[in-house]
């Protein structure tokens, strides 16, 4: 057995946390590993120093141990090279990361393809496979159309440089890595870049590529949740966390798109709170709602697209001008020069003003969950060749880093109970903005919001609801509000007899509305 012996301290400290476990499974410590037979180090370098170690030495001869040094090679930090990377290249590259980064990366798969290539993801976080509690998680797509390999390219690039820059000590990349988990997807569509891929570069068009393996658009095929929503402006119903229709399950089974069931799947078990997915073929951040309220019954070339706005249509509205203004050419008039012209609208479209999509993943983000996430139209090429990703990257980098940065606007905090107990599942309601969201079982929320002045209502079935003024004046950091609910009991306690009459009405109301709720289950 060859190696560097270690110090005395270090064999005393394992010793004492592993003694208790052996003698649990009937075995006893050791004896070649006596610690008072190892060396007694003082010198912090001989036995953990950062630079310098032991020569190796076999352990029958630790008692003549050499003093001299050598220095241990720094790590490689990671190159970014401009070409495009097939599936087993891109995992490669995530292997160096986890080595080259052990501290802030780690790989984990979320499932499988149509034809079995998996979905990778690339967590950087200063806690990996962690949730820390009130951090905000965020997710970037890429590859959705697999024929669109821009976005993937770029996401592989912002993996390599974020690692780099984190060994380098950049004080802004650090900073955001310790304070937002991101979790990066370079291709949701592996089986339409692998058909994409072969072809010949002078032979690449629009569609190739673009569908899965079975045939089916991506982005037109989850849950048309704003159709349904727009149904409930005008009969009334809820606009936020809407439940999938149960007629979209049969007719979108797992059989035939795997792919939109583990993003479902996925969506669902993070508390995203920012997103982002990336396209190719034209140049623009776009943003909710992706169809128009009002869709005439006969189609006319020469009917003007209609704006849909969503309740948070000013939140949305920052989050694609953030991109586009860091981005090298998106929003410049005489650079952008993609078909349709975004440059002359800064950059920036909502979608069902450019045309409407039905079952896009966007709006699907944020019907059903806590999720705001946008479009970003990468460039007018959908496969553009090695030569220009040198400077597509260039264009892309400080869009990427500054849209993760607005995981930290707004406010957040933590709802709890009397008891210092999470609130799950409260509502957390912006005055002047008809969109909700909910707590999550650890009673977290964060709430994108624009610099302001607002009123922040938090309610819950079983508590009395409560309300705070807060004022937003920081561009990137949260303003942290926390509640504290209280039943109907625990507030009487100090209340007077005209405040005591009015909980005992809202406790009748409640108490009512179970009633109705229970009849409405009953078979």
């Known amino acids: 057995m060859g190696g560097i012996p270690p110090c005395q301290s270090v064999c005393v400290e394992v010793r004492g946390r592993c003694l208790d476990v052996l003698k649990a499974i009937g075995l006893d410590w050791p004896d070649y590993l006596a610690c008072q037979s190892l060396i007694d180090c003082d010198v912090r370098n001989v036995c953990r120093g950062p630079r310098e170690v032991l020569i190796s030495v076999s352990r029958s001869s630790w008692s003549k141990i050499s003093w001299r040094m050598k220095r241990r090679k720094p790590k490689r930090r990671p190159s970014i090279h401009h070409r495009h990377h097939s599936l087993p290249a891109m995992q490669k590259i995530f292997n160096k990361l986890t080595r080259a980064c052990p501290d802030i990366t780690r790989i984990y798969k979320i499932g499988k393809s149509v034809e079995k290539r998996p979905f990778l993801v690339l967590e950087i976080s200063d806690n990996p496979g962690i949730h820390e509690i009130l951090e905000p998680e965020v997710k970037l797509i890429g590859g959705i159309h697999g024929n669109e390999v821009?976005?993937?390219?770029?996401?592989?690039?912002?993996?390599?440089?974020?690692?780099?820059?984190?060994?380098?000590?950049?004080?802004?990349?650090?900073?955001?890595?310790?304070?937002?988990?991101?979790?990066?997807?370079?291709?949701?569509?592996?089986?339409?870049?692998?058909?994409?891929?072969?072809?010949?570069?002078?032979?690449?068009?629009?569609?190739?590529?673009?569908?899965?393996?079975?045939?089916?658009?991506?982005?037109?095929?989850?849950?048309?949740?704003?159709?349904?929503?727009?149904?409930?402006?005008?009969?009334?119903?809820?606009?936020?966390?809407?439940?999938?229709?149960?007629?979209?399950?049969r007719r979108h089974t797992v059989a035939r798109l795997p792919e939109v069931h583990v993003m479902i799947n996925w969506i669902t078990r993070y508390p995203f709170v920012l997103s982002a997915q990336l396209h190719g073929g034209d140049l623009v951040a776009n943003y909710p709602y992706d169809v128009k309220r009002f869709s005439p019954k006969h189609y006319s070339r020469k009917l003007e697209p209609k704006y849909a706005a969503c309740p948070d249509d000013a939140v949305f509205r920052r989050l694609a001008t953030t991109?586009?203004?860091?981005?090298?050419?998106?929003?410049?008039?005489?650079?952008?020069?993609?078909?349709?012209?975004?440059?002359?609208?800064?950059?920036?479209?909502?979608?069902?003003?450019?045309?409407?999509?039905?079952?896009?993943?966007?709006?699907?983000?944020?019907?059903?969950?806590?999720?705001?996430?946008?479009?970003?139209?990468?460039?007018?090429?959908?496969?553009?060749?090695?030569?220009?990703?040198?400077?597509?990257?260039?264009?892309?980098?400080?869009?990427?880093?500054?849209?993760?940065?607005?995981?930290?606007?707004?406010?957040?905090?933590?709802?709890?109970?009397?008891?210092?107990?999470?609130?799950?599942?409260?509502?957390?309601?912006?005055?002047?903005?008809?969109?909700?969201?909910?707590?999550?079982?650890?009673?977290?929320?964060?709430?994108?919001?624009?610099?302001?002045?607002?009123?922040?209502?938090?309610?819950?079935?079983?508590?009395?609801?409560?309300?705070?003024?807060?004022?937003?004046?920081s561009e990137l950091e949260s303003v942290r509000e926390d509640f504290t609910l209280l039943t109907p009991l625990e507030a009487r306690e100090d209340e007077s007899e005209d405040e005591i009459s009015v909980n005992f009405v809202f406790e009748a109301s409640l108490v009512e509305s179970r009633f109705r709720h229970r009849r409405k289950q009953r078979p």
Request: hydrophobic letters at 35%; a positive charge; proline letters at 5%.
């Open 150 to 249: 821009l976005g993937r390219e770029m996401l592989i690039h912002f993996a390599q440089y974020l690692c780099r820059e984190w060994l380098n000590g950049n004080k802004r990349i650090q900073t955001m890595i310790k304070n937002i988990r991101i979790h990066i997807m370079p291709s949701m569509n592996p089986d339409g870049y692998h058909k994409a891929s072969l072809q010949a570069p002078n032979a690449r068009d629009w569609l190739t590529g673009r569908y899965t393996a079975k045939g089916y658009d991506l982005n037109r095929n989850f849950p048309d949740l704003t159709s349904l929503v727009y149904r409930y402006e005008k009969r009334g119903g809820p606009n936020n966390h809407l439940k999938i229709p149960r007629s979209y399950w």
């Open 323 to 473: 991109y586009a203004a860091n981005h090298g050419i998106m929003a410049d008039p005489s650079l952008n020069t993609c078909g349709s012209r975004f440059g002359d609208d800064e950059g920036i479209t909502n979608g069902a003003a450019w045309y409407t999509v039905r079952g896009g993943m966007q709006d699907f983000n944020y019907l059903h969950t806590n999720c705001f996430e946008i479009t970003i139209e990468l460039g007018c090429q959908k496969f553009p060749p090695e030569s220009k990703l040198g400077q597509e990257w260039e264009n892309n980098k400080e869009s990427l880093i500054a849209f993760t940065e607005q995981a930290l606007i707004g406010v957040k905090g933590l709802v709890t109970d009397s008891q210092g107990k999470p609130v799950e599942k409260a509502v957390v309601k912006v005055g002047g903005i008809d969109h909700d969201i909910t707590t999550t079982r650890h009673g977290e929320y964060w709430r994108l919001l624009i610099p302001g002045n607002y009123v922040i209502t938090v309610s819950h079935e079983m508590f009395l609801p409560s309300v705070r003024n807060v004022s937003i004046s």
